[in-house]
């Protein structure tokens, strides 16, 4: 069955830092990866995705992530956070079978110090 | 485009009651989901739809019920309630089953 896991429940970055969020997934294939954002109060955002083709993608807000096969992972970068980045991160997998729905990860708590 | 909305906003119950969660989409979108959130868990998947009149179950659908006799709504059932279903209730629709997913505001459910 596939999973995925976020190794770090809290990270703190300070404003401007780099950042980088973790993402491992388990499946026998090449799955389709989300990045969603949550912020306080506030319902899920699609941050970016990957399908197929150039593994490094682009999303909003600045953020980025790099799906590496070898790895099973799929991590999100942002060169220089931002206070208003503070928020809870969630990984996503979606089985390439039909019938089939998203599997979220447990999230990653993002804290900006200044 | 009101997108996803859901209601009520908050609720609370009493141990054994029923209730419905009413979730519904404006963007003529075929698929539909139900996840709670609890803390440290992430979302989990309680049932999803891939169209009117086609419902299936996710990982946690004990003690719920979903239909979906249209493409805009899909309201979620809470047969008995109990304490351990004191969550936070997201309603999500996309127009295909991995295109990005819109998520309703939520519907935070307290049972005593």
């Known amino acids: 069955a596939q999973s995925v896991t976020q190794p770090d429940i809290h990270i703190t970055v300070s404003e401007g830092a780099s950042l980088e969020l973790r993402c491992n997934y388990s499946?026998?294939?090449?799955?389709?990866l989300f990045w969603y954002v949550q912020s306080p109060g506030q319902g899920l955002q699609l941050l970016l995705k990957?399908?197929?083709?150039?593994?490094l993608v682009q999303g909003i807000k600045g953020f980025e992530a790099e799906f590496k096969r070898s790895q099973s992972s799929f991590n999100l970068r942002k060169p220089s956070v931002h206070w208003s980045d503070a928020a809870e991160y969630f990984c996503?997998?979606?089985?390439?079978?039909?019938?089939?729905?998203?599997?979220f990860g447990k999230g990653t708590t993002l804290s900006v110090s200044s | 485009n009101a997108g996803v909305t859901q209601t009520p906003k908050f609720q609370v119950l009493k141990t054994g009651q029923s209730m419905t969660l009413q979730c519904a989409q404006d963007?003529?979108?075929?698929?539909m989901s139900w996840y709670r959130q609890d803390p440290g868990m992430g979302l989990r998947l309680i049932h999803y739809?891939?169209?009117?009149?086609?419902?299936d179950q996710g990982e946690v659908p004990n003690g719920y019920n979903v239909s979906r006799s249209t493409t805009e709504d899909f309201p979620l059932r809470l047969l008995s309630a109990a304490p351990s279903q004191t969550s936070v209730y997201f309603c999500?629709?996309?127009?295909?089953?991995?295109?990005?997913?819109?998520f309703g505001p939520g519907t935070r459910l307290t049972v005593l």
């Open positions: 999500a629709s996309s127009k295909t089953r991995l295109s990005e997913q819109f």
């Open positions: 499946y026998g294939a090449t799955p389709y």
């Open positions: 990957y399908f197929s083709g150039d593994t």
């Open positions: 996503a997998v979606g089985a390439r079978q039909a019938g089939t729905a998203l599997i």
């Open positions: 963007m003529n979108h075929e698929y």
């Open positions: 739809s891939v169209g009117a009149g086609i419902t």
